[in-house]
């Protein structure tokens, strides 16, 4: 009784280790980091279902823009896209809190 005890543990220990194992994650891929919380957020209504939302963040020249569809029985975000007038390279600053979305805009921010 207590070999068959000790045969079934360490098949249960085996089977357990074996599953960990294939539990295990690859390796993470890089993404660019863009940090912070969102500071300032508009929208504007590009079509009768879309709309495209920008925001701000706390980090310096960062300013993105995504894409809202609806299509009637579900809501389809886009990733959000680095906005090409904010990237690393314009200088800036930080924390840009106060930004507004209108027509002629939205042509300027693409």
């Known amino acids: 009784m207590k070999r068959s005890l000790s045969l079934v543990l360490l098949i249960a220990i085996c089977i357990f280790s074996y599953q960990s194992l294939l539990a295990q ?15 300032g957020m508009a929208g504007i209504s ?21 894409d809202v569809y609806n299509t009637g029985s579900s809501i389809v975000f886009s990733d959000f896209t680095v906005m090409a007038g904010m990237d690393a390279n314009a200088g800036l600053g930080d924390m ?3 930004i507004a979305a209108h ?3 939205r042509i300027y921010l693409q």
């Open 25 to 39: 994650l690859n390796v993470p891929n890089v993404e660019d980091v863009y940090g912070g919380r969102i500071i």
């Open 46 to 66: 590009t079509h009768v279902d879309t709309s495209r939302i920008y925001i701000t963040t706390e980090s310096a020249n960062s300013g993105f823009y995504a």
């Open 96 to 98: 840009i809190s106060i």
């Open 103 to 105: 027509a002629p805009s």
